[in-house]
């Protein structure tokens, strides 16, 4: 059985099959998924999607970098108010991206920052989006140095040499998906060496498909595809990579 860590199940790409892409999710071994919010847009989607699977779908609630624009304030004061509403799995995804913009970098730290504290005071892990901010990122990292948290490296293609520095600085999950099963993935060389006890799987459906249905929409089934690859890369059977992924889920997010 597998836990889809990363799962935009609520997204408008699957309203028109919905029941669908959830028995197919099913009988590809998918027990159970986490649904990362992204801003206030979403919110109230992602719940309706917990409310009608639970025990199955787990929500969180954070704020995105790309999400962080003029209105990152209220933004932000959306998160702190409604935390508390209800059992929340995680505070994300939240994180930084220089890729799409790089005009709100200051607010997207601050955000960050925030959102981190606010988690390790809950006691909540985070979901991490970085995308062309690792410098940044590990700036963040040393200012919050003595702030004790946990939580997963979304979409995680880092080389081994930047997840062993990671690992000094929190108790930190790393979330592999599709971008594993593309040719010459880097991230298939580092999971060669890294610990089966610090990986999750994830699809970020609709996003990054993997082999073979690259460029069509992604989905929880998908999940699978991911799981096998990494058991063909560490030479594991995949119920093993499976059992352990699993477990590793189940504790970060406390399922
Ligand atoms: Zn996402």
Redesign the pocket.
């Known amino acids: 059985m597998l836990i889809d860590t990363?799962c935009?199940l609520y997204d408008e790409a699957f309203r028109s099959d919905f029941e669908e892409v959830l028995s197919r999710a099913r009988d590809a071994g998918m027990e159970a998924c986490i649904l990362?919010g992204?801003d206030r847009s979403c919110h109230d989607d992602l719940l309706a999607v917990a409310d009608a699977l639970p025990g199955f779908a787990f929500p969180c609630i954070g704020l995105h970098p790309t999400s962080v624009g003029e209105d990152w304030q209220e933004e932000l004061d959306f998160v702190r108010n409604h935390v508390n509403d209800r059992k929340f799995h995680a505070i994300g995804?939240i994180g930084l991206d220089e890729y799409w913009s790089k005009d709100f970098v200051e607010q997207q730290i601050r955000v960050l920052e925030e959102q981190i504290a606010l988690a390790a005071s809950l006691d909540l892990p985070v979901i991490i989006?970085l995308r062309e901010a690792t410098g940044d990122f590990f700036r963040v990292l040393e200012d919050l140095r003595g702030v004790a948290f946990r939580g997963v490296m979304?979409a995680w293609s880092g080389s081994y040499e930047t997840y062993r520095r990671l690992l000094g600085y929190a108790d930190f999950k790393f979330g592999i998906g599709g971008v594993v099963t593309y040719k010459n993935a880097g991230v298939a060389v580092a999971l060669e060496k890294m610990s089966l006890d610090d990986v999750v799987v994830e699809t970020?459906c609709p996003?990054l498909t993997p082999v073979p249905f690259r460029g069509r929409r992604n989905e929880p089934a998908y999940v699978r595809l991911v799981a096998e690859k990494i058991a063909q890369i560490k030479g594991l059977p995949l119920a093993e990579v499976a059992a352990a992924t699993t477990a590793n889920a189940r504790r970060l997010f406390q399922l």
Request: charged share 20%; hydrophobic share 20%; glycine share 0%.
């Open positions: 990363h935009h990362p992204i995804e989006h979304h970020d996003w």
